[in-house]
Structure formats: C-alpha cells, structure tokens
C-alpha cells in the first residue's frame, strides 16, 4: 500500500497536518499487516525531495515521483495544479536544471541528481500526464544512462 508524499508542500494542507497524517497512515497501515511505501508528488529539483526524504525515510521506503517526458505546456500546467512552489519558483528565477528539464522534456538531470544526492531513494514513479508511448520510449533510451 502506498501513500502520497509531498516534498514540496501542499497547496491546502499544512506541512505539520501532511506529516502527522502520513505518519498516522503508517501506522495504522502496519498494524493491519500491510507493507506501505510513499510515492512523493513530482518535482524538478532534486534537493527539496531529498531533504524531505532525509526526515522521514524512517516512516517507510520512499518512491520519487518524477514529471516523464512531456511537453512545456503540460509541465506547467501540472506544477500550478499540484503546487509544487519550490519548483515553480526555480522557474520564475530561470533556474539552470529546471531550465533543461523544460527544454529537453524530460527528467534526466533531476534522476542525475537524485542519486548523486545519496537520500534513500526506494525507487521511482513516473507520472505520463498521458504520454505513455514519450514516457516508454524515454525508458527504452536508458532513461538518465
């Protein structure tokens, strides 16, 4: 069973609220037996979700959620709807890495940078926005290698 997991917040629910909730789920998850993971909202920068990763990779394993190949448009209009802040204000500064994963339309560099970040990363999830045949070809290409 798994449960979402917001790196970068929330647009209606407070940080405190989301971790005393996820911490609850947990629990509860795993007294009834079940095995329980966390599947994160996607993001484009690698160090707000390893950070938070860092502080609750106690509570169970951790799957980053990651934006697979998609258009500029599509991107956008995913980051507002999810509110991804952290992210999105890396877009209003012109930031580098972001910069690329709009350009390129896919999430090499942030998968680079995870790694290279050393949190305990589970795995990934890749979230289409509908573009299955982009997402399983960015697959077959070797995705980041």
């Known amino acids: 069973m798994s449960f979402g997991g917001y790196p970068e917040g929330h647009p209606a629910i407070d ?38 990763i860092e502080t609750r990779a106690e509570h169970c394993p951790v799957h980053v959620g990651i934006a697979g190949p998609a258009s500029v448009a599509t991107l956008a209009k995913f980051a507002i709807r999810c509110g991804i802040g952290t992210s999105l204000r890396a877009l209003a500064r012109g930031h580098t890495a972001f910069a690329r994963v709009l350009v390129e339309a896919a999430p090499d560099e942030l998968v680079r940078q995870l790694v290279a970040s ?11 926005f509908g573009g299955v045949r982009r997402a399983a070809e960015w697959i077959r290409r070797g995705a980041s290698g």
Not at 16 to 22: G, Q, V, W, Y
Not at 38 to 48: D, I, L, N, R, S
Not at 118 to 128: D, K, M, N, V
């Open 15 to 52: 940080t405190a609220t989301l971790d005393a909730a996820l911490q609850a789920k947990v629990s509860l998850a795993r007294r009834a037996g079940l095995v329980v993971s966390v599947v994160t909202q996607f993001g484009f920068e690698a160090e707000p979700i390893a950070r938070w």
């Open 118 to 128: 050393g949190a305990p990363i589970a795995g990934l999830h890749l979230y289409t």
